[in-house]
């Protein structure tokens, strides 16, 4: 969890963010839910810092990351 929160300010630091969630699903299990305005932003940021110290923990704090690309389709967002 704290890789998560420390991923925190390294993501706000990237341009492309539209939106960054760090979840959490169970004891055992964490997410990251996040939003880009294109699939460009979407591989500069798989290719950054927090993906790479996911990438350095696999194993020693938890499996491997499973990365699922969505398209979304229709949104509603608070004004």
Not at 6 to 15: C, K, R, S, T
């Amino acid at each position: 969890m704290r890789v998560l929160q420390q991923g925190l300010g390294i993501v706000e630091q990237e341009p492309d963010i539209v939106r960054w969630f760090a979840v959490r699903f169970g004891p055992p299990s964490f997410g990251i839910d996040d939003a880009f305005p294109d699939d460009s932003g979407r591989q500069t940021h798989l290719s950054g810092e927090v993906a790479h110290a996911l990438k350095n923990n696999t194993g020693v704090l938890f499996p491997p990351p499973t990365i699922e690309p969505v398209d979304v389709n229709a949104e509603a967002l608070p004004l």
